[in-house]
């Protein structure tokens, strides 16, 4: 069985920044893309940052120049640091990965809070 679990969520003031981690588990074969949603209260999900199985990345406009998205292969997990962080980053994170597997297809994690407080 395949799962996604997300860690690095938590409180920060304005200005700081966090590390969210996203590990796969299970009897995977290979891992596709990986990005970071999320979604406040009343909005709908966001792709905040993807990365291919090679590196190669993309932003959202809001994001750019504050946000890292990267990833080891070799653990099968996807990173998002979050720099500079504002109030507006406020949201539940969530990972999503497109994963080959004995019931392959895109995978979410459980979602870790962001608060950014101003």
């Known amino acids: 069985q395949v799962q996604l679990v997300e860690s690095g969520g938590g409180l920060v003031q304005s200005g700081g920044s966090l590390r969210l981690s996203c590990a796969a588990s299970?009897?995977?074969?290979?891992?596709?893309?990986m990005g970071w949603y999320r979604q406040a209260p009343g909005t709908q999900r966001e792709l905040v940052a993807s990365?291919?199985?090679?590196?190669?990345?993309h932003y959202t406009d809001s994001v750019k120049g504050r946000f890292t998205i990267s990833r080891d292969n070799a653990k099968n997990t996807v990173y998002l640091q979050l720099n500079s962080l504002k109030p507006e980053d406020t949201a539940v994170y969530y990972c999503?990965?497109?994963?080959?597997?004995?019931?392959?297809?895109?995978?979410w994690g459980q979602g870790t809070q962001v608060t950014v407080s101003s």
């Open positions: 299970g009897l995977i074969f290979r891992i596709n893309d």
């Open positions: 999503n990965a497109d994963i080959i597997a004995i019931s392959s297809g895109g995978y």
């Open positions: 990365i291919t199985r090679g590196g190669t990345t």
